[in-house]
C-alpha cells in the first residue's frame, strides 16, 4: 500500500536498540528545530504497563486488542500521557520492558499501535523514535537515523537512567536484559531491528549528545531532495 506523506511535513526517524540514547537525542533535536516527537518505544512500554496493571497475559492477543482501543496516546515534552495520567517513570522497569518485546512480535497489536503512530504526524514536522520508524512507520521520512552505542555504554546509560528514576537495578542483570533484547528485537520476524537501507548509522558510543545532535541535524541540511 502506497503511504502518503501527511501535508508533505517532514519527518525524521531515530532507531536503534535500547540506551542508545535515541530519547534524550530525538528530545535534543525536538526543542532545535521546534518539532513534535513520537516515542513509540513508549507507547509499547505504556501498553505493556497496562497489561501488568490488569493482571492480562501476553498471550491473550484479544484482552490486549480491548485493553488497546480504552488507551489514548499523548506527548508534552518528554512525558508520555495515556488517558491523561502522567506514566513516564512508571514504565522504565526492565518487567515492563520485557513484556513491551513479546508484545511487539504480534502482528495484530503492531497494526493497531502502527495507525497511532502514523497518525502523531503534526506540523512543522515530527521526531520520531523507536526501532522500526524508518524501515516500517515512515518508510517516506525525509531523513532516516540509526543510532547505535557498544553494549558496555548503553548498559550504563540505563543504568544511570534508572537509578536517576529512583528505579532499583542490579547491573548484571540489566546487562543481560538489554542482551536478551537485543536478541528478541533483532531475530524476530516481524519489523526486526534493521537500520533502513538508506538509513545513515551513527555510533555515539564516545560522542557527547550534542556531537550527536550536530551530525544529525548537519545531515538535516545538507540533505538530498
Known amino acids: ?120 504526524i503534526q506540523e512543522p514536522g515530527l521526531i520520531a523514535d523507536g526501532r522500526d520508524m524508518g524501515t516500517v512507520v515512515f518508510p517516506f521520512a525525509s531523513l532516516k537515523i540509526f543510532l547505535t552505542a557498544n553494549i558496555d555504554v548503553r548498559v550504563e546509560r540505563r543504568y544511570k537512567q534508572l537509578i536517576t528514576s529512583k528505579v532499583s537495578v542490579n547491573i548484571s542483570n540489566l546487562r543481560s536484559a538489554i542482551m536478551d533484547r537485543d536478541l528478541r528485537d533483532t531475530e524476530r520476524v516481524l519489523s526486526p531491528l534493521i537500520p533502513a537501507y538508506d538509513a545513515h548509522v551513527i555510533d555515539s558510543s564516545y560522542l557527547t549528545n550534542d556531537e550527536t545532535v550536530s551530525i544529525i541535524l548537519d545531515l538535516w541540511k545538507n540533505r538530498l531532495y
Open 1 to 120: 500500500m502506497k503511504i502518503k506523506i501527511k501535508n508533505n511535513i517532514p519527518v525524521i526517524t531515530i532507531d536503534g536498540p535500547t540506551a542508545a540514547g535515541k530519547g534524550t537525542i530525538s528530545s535534543s533535536l525536538a526543542r532545535r528545530l521546534g518539532w513534535s516527537i513520537l516515542d513509540s518505544g513508549a507507547i509499547y512500554r505504556s501498553l505493556a504497563f497496562f497489561i501488568i496493571q490488569n493482571n492480562i497475559s501476553c498471550n491473550d492477543i484479544n484482552a490486549i486488542l480491548r485493553l488497546l482501543k480504552t488507551l489514548k496516546f499523548s506527548f508534552h515534552s518528554n512525558d508520555i500521557y495515556v488517558n491523561n495520567l502522567n506514566i513516564t517513570n512508571k514504565i522504565r522497569n526492565e518487567d515492563v520492558g520485557k513484556v513491551a518485546s513479546i508484545i511487539s512480535e504480534n502482528s495484530n497489536i503492531r497494526d493497531s499501535l502502527l495507525n497511532i503512530q502514523r497518525h502523531s
